[in-house]
């Protein structure tokens, strides 16, 4: 795949580049952030390379439940059991970078309000 959807994030589902991945199943794969803001902060990323959250459909609402049940599945795993927060930057206004959707897992210590 070349196309405008194909960005690191899908070399990392293809491993072809590497990544401290902590989860995966057919639909999603979990991994650590290479830059962290927080003691734990996991990318969960659909396998599918939906470019932006505006760009989901109706026929996603599925994969968008179970991308929220696996953030919570991993924020478990993680042990994140005094909370945490869940971050989807959308577009330029919403400082996205990497232009496949992914849900930021921030968590080990307390956040803010509001974000910057
Ligand atoms: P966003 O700004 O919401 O698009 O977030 C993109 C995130 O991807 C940033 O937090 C980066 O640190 C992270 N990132 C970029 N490249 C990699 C990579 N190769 N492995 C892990 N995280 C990455």
Known sequence: MSDSTDTIFSKIIR???PADIVYEDDLALA?????PQAPVHILIIP???IAKLADAESQDHALMGHLLLT????AEQQGL???YRVVINT???GGQ???HMHLHLLGGRSMSW???
């Open 47 to 49: 396998k599918q390379p």
């Open 71 to 74: 953030v919570k599945r991993v």
């Open 114 to 116: 509001p974000p910057g």
């Open 31 to 35: 991994f650590r952030d290479l830059n």
């Open 81 to 83: 059991t005094n909370g």
């Open 15 to 17: 491993k072809e580049i």
């Open 91 to 93: 577009g330029e206004d």
């Open 97 to 99: 970078t990497v232009y």
